[in-house]
């Protein structure tokens, strides 16, 4: 039952880390990490991501703005925007080493400890990316509700709330550490994959027809 449980183990691992990671790049690039409602018009909601801000109109749509400049952003927003790219970067690597080291994969079969290895590699990227997708994201929250209960901020001024993309993020990040912990369970394990059996098993017979033929006269 373990050489069962490892195969599907790996495959729910990579599903959830690719589940993760495609979280993790639509969080970098969604204009909603902070909504702003302004009581004057209730037709208009203000948005802000980590590249630029929006306005949604009820009528007109949705108009966005680029970020002129990276050092006139607040600290969280720059500090976020780095390590979303870096998150993005460390799962994408994560996916591709992890995905040579499954054992469906065909390749390398003969060698188990350099694919253990790739999946152990694996799940500790992933593992980073997670952190480094929760850490800015809630960072980013943190000081929205800082900034919410600013008692010296006039109560006339609109205050910044959650964005959907945070949620996103805090989900992003919970898939890639689960899957980064399935994967690295399953390369700690001591399962031998049934294709190596059969290798053994084959050398061990060749090795016994040889000495079979060495003995005879």
Not at 108 to 128: D, P, S, V
Request: net charge negative; hydrophobic share 45%; charged share 15%.
């Amino acid at each position: 039952m373990a050489l069962v449980y490892r195969p599907m183990m790996q495959l729910s691992g990579i599903l959830f880390s690719l589940l993760g990671w495609i979280l993790s790049c639509l969080t970098t690039y969604l204009p909603q990490w902070k909504n702003l409602n302004l009581e004057l018009n209730e037709l208009e909601i203000w948005t802000m991501g980590l590249w630029q801000a929006c306005v949604v109109q009820e009528e007109g749509g949705m108009q966005c703005k680029d970020f002129d400049s990276f050092l006139a952003l607040p600290p969280e927003l720059r500090i976020s925007r780095v390590l979303m790219v870096f998150s993005n970067g460390s799962g994408l690597l994560g996916l591709l080493l992890s995905g040579f080291g499954l054992d469906c994969l065909k390749i390398g079969e003969r060698q188990q400890e350099q694919k253990r290895r790739l999946l152990l590699f694996g799940g500790m990227l992933f593992w980073i990316s997670g952190i480094t997708v929760i850490v800015p994201v809630s960072w980013v929250a943190h000081s929205t509700v800082q900034e919410f209960w600013d008692e010296n901020i006039p109560d006339i001024v609109p205050r910044w709330d959650f964005g959907e993309a945070l949620f996103v993020g805090w989900l992003a990040g919970f898939c890639l550490i689960l899957g980064g912990s399935l994967l690295s369970c399953t390369s700690c394990s001591t399962d031998v994959h049934p294709s190596s059996i059969r290798y053994v098993v084959a050398e061990q017979q060749d090795q016994c027809q040889h000495l079979e033929t060495e003995s005879r006269p």
